[in-house]
């Protein structure tokens, strides 16, 4: 193989396949970025067996050479090094040549660097992916509706499900749903699919999910998204984003969301979020993150923390409207800064079924998207 490829271009591509490089991986191949270089342009792969990232640098792009070839052909170069040293080549064109025993010379400038190199036909193949149930959407959408879901997935491994959003597709509608058991978030869409394009428990990882949302872009370009039964695989313009689907079942959530509130109040989000963000501050140095909220009959909400060693929050806020009957309720005020942080409205409408019932939180403009938080028990 020999090529000389624009260094941004590289480095771009490098950024993107590597967010599926893990140091944990137990085959040492997949430590390495998977180069190969044909008379179409040059395609880079890396996986850790959970996500697999592709990502392709064509020949010339808006009547700019990116890439010559002199020799088409394949290698693994080590992930880490290979990353760090294209970054700090000297100069923009960058020549790639491998010799016997894989053994890769990279020139730039007066920069000379001899890389150890493995046989690409040792590296694992990417999944056959069948593409009978695919459907599309705007990666702008997809961003964000893995923003409003993918922070409420459990950290921590005892229900390995509960690590992941759930994908739904059913009656033209795509829902994502994300509970670590303190609080659930979910967000809907619609989508016009036929019947056999539609599924169900499909979980992702979060973290998957996060890698992913670096990825897409931002205009308002078009995502595939292909399901199959244990992959799931994301296509954009020059990338392919495999990831696999979690085993298990994820549980019913449904049954979590009250339709009928006892109480409901209509807020200012900004004025709610930035009360609630002052009272977590001391809430937070007392490593309870509790935050009571009290209904006043003049419709203003008392907002308020304290902490033992420090002292006391308290705010009064006004409402929009409270309707039903007036409640005292603690709740943890980092989870609701992080359910208010993504709704991304002016107004929100926050539903109680009691004291000790869920909260639901939800936009007041109608975006299909729904936030529940648990509330505390607290003894005074």
């Excluded at 033209?172 to 609080?183: E, F, I, N, S, T």
């Excluded at 244990?230 to 298990?248: A, C, E, H, P, T």
């Amino acid at each position: 193989m020999k090529l000389i490829i624009l260094k941004h271009q590289l480095n771009e591509a490098i950024q993107h396949v590597s967010k599926a490089i893990s140091s944990r991986t137990t085959i040492p191949i997949l430590n390495g970025i998977k180069i190969d270089a044909s008379s179409q342009g040059v395609t880079l792969t890396a996986s850790d067996t959970d996500i697999s990232i592709q990502c392709f640098v064509p020949l010339e792009e808006n009547n700019l050479q990116i890439i010559q070839i002199f020799r088409p052909g394949s290698v693994v170069l080590p992930a880490k090094f290979f990353m760090e040293i294209i970054k700090k080549l000297p100069v923009e064109e960058i020549e790639i040549e491998t010799q016997s025993n894989f053994q890769t010379i990279i020139r730039s400038g007066s920069s000379e660097i001899q890389m150890v190199g493995l046989d690409a036909e040792e590296y694992p193949l990417l999944p056959r992916i069948e593409q009978n149930k695919m459907i599309t959407m705007a990666s702008d959408l997809l961003k964000s509706m893995i923003k409003q879901t993918a922070f409420a997935v459990s950290t921590t491994e005892t229900t390995p499900i509960l690590t992941g959003v759930l994908w739904g597709l059913a009656d033209q509608k795509l829902r994502l749903v994300a509970c670590d058991r303190h609080r659930l978030a979910t967000r809907e869409t619609n989508m016009e699919t036929s019947e056999d394009q539609q599924f169900n428990n499909i979980v992702i990882s979060g973290k998957t999910l996060n890698e992913l949302n670096k990825i897409l872009p931002d205009q308002n370009s078009l995502v595939d998204i292909v399901v199959s039964d244990n992959q799931v695989l994301f296509k954009m313009q020059k990338i392919l984003f495999y990831s696999r689907i979690l085993d298990g079942t994820y549980p019913d959530t449904s049954k979590l969301i009250p339709h009928n509130f006892q109480t409901e109040l209509v807020v200012n989000a900004r004025k709610f979020t930035d009360a609630i963000d002052r009272a977590y501050l001391l809430s937070r140095e007392d490593k309870t993150n509790i935050v009571k909220m009290i209904m006043q009959e003049d419709k203003t909400l008392e907002i308020s923390s304290s902490s033992s060693e420090l002292g006391k929050v308290t705010e009064m806020i006004e409402t929009d409207q409270i309707t039903g009957e007036l409640l005292k309720i603690s709740f943890n005020s980092k989870y609701m800064l992080e359910a208010l942080k993504v709704l991304d409205s002016e107004f929100i409408r926050l539903g109680f079924t009691g004291a000790m019932s869920p909260i639901i939180i939800k936009p007041e403009d109608g975006m299909n998207i729904l936030q529940l938080i648990l509330p505390y028990r607290t003894t005074n």
